[in-house]
């Protein structure tokens, strides 16, 4: 594999559009022709009381819409998306509006969350872990622009290029998937399954290193003020550059040493030629998470927090929709008696369902567990908490 070029561009008195435009040009600009329509997919985790509390946490606005004017002078004559789906159970759409998001639709585009599309379950070509999860479909049929930010993250213990693309699978099947995954090296593998589906799409990758997260990331970390815009068409070397900046070695760093050692990118700082800003001038020590806390195994937290759709007991019309949007046909709608059936050994709870419904008959509950699954679960919950109370007070 060839070297991979990363560019680093400062942020010059609060000038987003130059830096971020600077950084793409050095990166290899973006192609002169897409035939498809563009997602631009920023981190839109979740958001805080405050706005300076939430900067650390999503995509800077002010990045994405740098990226949407560059777009747009592009002349591709294709819709633009903003897109995400935020933290598991958290509703996107209140997500988007309380981090002024919707605001970007005075830009002329489409700010939504990412099942708006529907969804598609894919295979991934050689499956490292994840056999199989379901893609919105504005990922699987869009180019895309990955719009990270450069984070922290408890269980990762960075969120950056690679991680952000797990906003694209919608719902709680995210939480599926953190429960396959089990372990942070598990997960780690996941995330790169995910990746390798979606690398071909990505037509730039571009980080949002304004005020950037150190800690206990990625929504309860310190603010870290960086000032930088990183930007890259390959993710795996622009991890691997953001990781060295965080004074991080990139080899620690699950996602990109194994993606890179399935030839995903680079993640070897040796291949990699990084124009504009030198490494050592801008490196910074960020304050890591607590590295005992990868070794833990975090799939039952996720598989007892699932959620899953549920009749309400009236209202349906039986117009099929739900039945037609299931990417796993799960569920079956009885014409006669004017109600859908779930079967939850398929349900991925991806929520096209509920979103979908026009009657607004379908809920979200939590889901039901056995006596003996839940008391195993809270005990292990209450276990590995008194570790977490005790090494946080102890550092």
Not at 107 to 136: A, D, H, M, W, Y
Not at 181 to 191: E, I, M, P
Not at 197 to 209: E, F, G, Q, T, Y
């Amino acid at each position: 594999m060839g070297k991979a070029k990363v560019a680093i561009v400062r942020i010059e008195n609060g000038d987003f559009f130059s830096a971020v435009q600077k950084a793409i040009e050095l990166a290899g600009g973006l192609p002169e022709k897409i035939e498809k329509d563009i997602l631009i997919k920023p981190n839109i985790l979740t958001f805080k009381k405050t706005e300076e509390e939430t900067s650390p946490i999503i995509t800077n606005p002010e990045v994405v819409k740098s990226i949407i004017k560059i777009v747009k002078e592009k002349d591709y004559n294709k819709k633009i998306y903003v897109a995400d789906s935020s933290g598991s159970g958290l509703d996107t759409s209140k997500v988007i509006e309380k981090t002024g998001f919707t605001k970007l639709e005075e830009e002329g585009v489409t700010v939504c969350q990412i099942s708006l599309n529907g969804s598609t379950e894919i295979e991934p070509k050689n499956p490292l872990k994840l056999k199989r999860t379901t893609f919105s479909n504005l990922s699987l049929n869009s180019a895309i622009i990955n719009v990270p930010k450069m984070k922290t993250h408890t269980l990762t213990r960075v969120t950056l290029a690679i991680k952000n693309l797990f906003g694209t699978i919608p719902g709680m099947e995210k939480s599926r998937i953190h429960a396959v995954g089990n372990t942070a090296k598990g997960f780690s593998k996941c995330l790169v399954d995910i990746y390798s589906v979606l690398k071909d799409n990505i037509v730039m990758n571009v980080m949002d290193a304004s005020i950037a997260m150190e800690g206990h990331g990625p929504s309860h970390g310190s603010p870290v003020k960086m000032d930088l815009i990183l930007a890259s068409k390959d993710a795996v070397a622009l991890d691997a550059v953001a990781t060295s900046i965080m004074s991080e070695k990139p080899s620690r760093v699950f996602t990109t040493r194994i993606a890179s050692e399935n030839n995903l990118g680079v993640g070897n700082l040796n291949d990699i030629e990084i124009v504009g800003e030198k490494i050592e001038n801008i490196r910074r020590k960020f304050k890591m998470p607590e590295k005992f806390i990868s070794f833990l195994p975090i799939g039952i937290f996720f598989e007892l927090a699932k959620k899953q759709p549920k009749y309400k007991g009236s209202g349906c019309i039986a117009c099929l929709r739900c039945q037609k949007i299931c990417p796993v046909q799960a569920i079956v709608v009885d014409k006669k008696e004017k109600r859908p059936y779930f079967d939850y050994k398929k349900c991925i709870s991806c929520f096209s369902c509920n979103e979908i419904c026009p009657e607004g008959v379908i809920t979200i509950t939590r889901r039901k567990y056995g006596k003996h699954i839940l008391f195993g679960g809270l005990l292990s919950s209450l276990i590995i908490a008194l570790i977490v109370i005790l090494s946080i007070l102890l550092t």
